[in-house]
């Protein structure tokens, strides 16, 4: 059983880049919500947090797993569930004791708190289940991407309020809103740079590139708003363009879909390093 699942996470879920990608994320949301409104930061409501986002990835990919199985069982039998390795129901099984985990965590912080736990995590289950995929939104490709793209809005929303929550004092709006639509944006363009090794319509693969670069500007755009919340330095602005530069690169030169897969994650954990966290970092330095 452990032999199996490590197998299918080293293939499938690589956690080895996950993790940290979880961290950093939920890292870079939480001192935006807390370093330029003076708002103590809160380690429990973090650690909670990133448990959050953690989970939110495992049952994105147990979603898929559901959601293309007769696609795989047809084209990639030799992937982790078509070949047998491991059955839907153990991953059913393993995004329940993920969601019971953080229910469990969020609930010491403050029974309160559920109910936010509840609508990010209720998301991100009806997304995953292909709840909204149907009908128009099913045969459009880039509007599928997006509602992946918004699990991570929603966990950025959770991040806000559980910081908030501890520390009794509310962040700015405008500015918090702007950092969480940069986010969504960055991830939006990771996700169609994944789709160029995927299945997609004919009217995805003529538009893919303007997407791309379109939600690329769009988050840079956004970012350059919230940083100026932070009273920067010109060094933070230099910082926020190399991590979209090392992102895009990162995703540009990759050719295969197992390469892809793990280079995405590798620019994630960058984009939340050096965008996320070390601005709000030199800003108190400076």
Known sequence: MDNRFSTYQSERFPILYLLPTAFLITLGMALYSTTPFDIPFSVWSFLCASLVTFTMFALTRIGDEHRDFKYDSAHHKDRPVPSGLITLTELKMAGFAFTALCVIATFFLSYYLIISLVFVLGFCILNSSSFFMKGYILKRTELFIFLRAANLFFADAFIVITQAFAASKVPDIFPTLCYMLSRLFAFYAFDIALRRTLPQTSHFKNIR?????????????????????????????????????????CIFFSNT???????ENFGCIVYCLIVGVLPCFVSQLI
């Open 257 to 263: 879909r197992h390469r892809l897969l793990r280079v």
């Open 209 to 249: 590139h303007i997407l791309l670069y379109a939600s690329t500007a769009l988050s840079f755009v956004f970012f350059v708003i919230a940083l100026t919340f932070l009273n920067s330095t010109p060094f933070c602005y230099v910082l926020s363009a190399l991590a979209f530069l090392t992102c895009m690169t």
